[in-house]
T-cell receptor, first 115, second 116 residues
Framework: AQKVTQAQTEISVVEKEDVTLDCVYE???????LFWYKQPPSGELVFLIR??????QNEISGRYSWNFQKSTSSFNFTITASQVVDSAVYFC????????????FGKGTTLSVSS | DSGVTQTPKHLITATGQRVTLRCSPR?????VYWYQQSLDQGLQFLIQ???????AKGNILERFSAQQFPDLHSELNLSSLELGDSALYFC???????????????FGPGTRLTVL
């Protein structure tokens, strides 16, 4: 069975601090896809990044970076120099290469950035 | 703005009633997905349609049904509503056919359903 675990329920930081959100996934499939979505207080789900299981290259996009490690089944997300606008719930999700490709979400991590 | 539209934004109704949620996918997207977000269950996949055909089912109750029309918009019908059906219902869309490699799903703003 597939599963996504986000062990951190809530994280509070002060502006300009770096913060890492953890994500651990479980799947027996060799081909799978990992995603991060952001849900700000307004409620919509915003796509941030997608990685394929065959591409372990880590990525940096502005203040965001992602660390994908198959050996530990982790796909962690780091925000550098956090800002108040980063306050949101962040979801890690998994899908496998089968008909349907529904997303399996973790429970989410609520990030609060104070000024 | 993801390009996925959902109406209505808010819906308040009573137990036992039936409601219809509507979703229009991004231009060019053929797959539509429905998800439910509740406090106790988190984000859960309900059902997927591809080009008018049902392709996958998740934890969707028998009281719920969906369809995708020839113009690719989709409707989620919820009947015999219970208090526990109160949740945020998301529609998402993507391009690819299921099984052709997972594509990125873009989400609409959601419909917040309150059952009183």
């Amino acid at each position: 069975a597939q599963k996504v675990t986000q062990a951190q329920t809530e994280i509070s930081v002060v502006e300009k601090e770096d913060v890492t959100l953890d994500c651990v996934y479980e799947t027996r499939d060799t081909t799978y896809y990992l995603f991060w979505y952001k849900q700000p207080p307004s409620g919509e789900l915003v796509f941030l990044i997608r990685r394929n299981s065959f591409d372990e290259q880590n990525e940096i996009s502005g203040r965001y970076s992602w660390n994908f490690q198959k050996s530990t089944s982790s796909f962690n997300f780091t925000i550098t120099a956090s800002q108040v606008v980063d306050s949101a719930v962040y979801f890690c999700a998994l899908s496998i290469n089968q008909a349907g490709t529904a997303l399996i979400f973790g429970k989410g991590t609520t990030l609060s950035v104070s000024s | 703005d993801s390009g996925v539209t959902q109406t209505p934004k808010h819906l308040i109704t009573a137990t036992g009633q039936r409601v219809t949620l509507r979703c229009s996918p991004r231009s060019g997207d053929l797959s539509v997905y429905w998800y439910q977000q509740s406090l106790d269950q988190g984000l859960q996949f309900l059902i997927q349609y591809y080009n008018g055909e049902e392709r996958a089912k998740g934890n969707i109750l028998e009281r719920f049904s969906a369809q995708q029309f020839p113009d690719l918009h989709s409707e989620l019908n919820l009947s015999s509503l219970e208090l526990g059906d109160s949740a945020l219902y998301f529609c998402a869309s993507s391009v690819r056919e299921p099984g052709a490699g997972s594509d990125t799903q873009y989400f609409g703003p959601g419909t917040r359903l309150t059952v009183l």
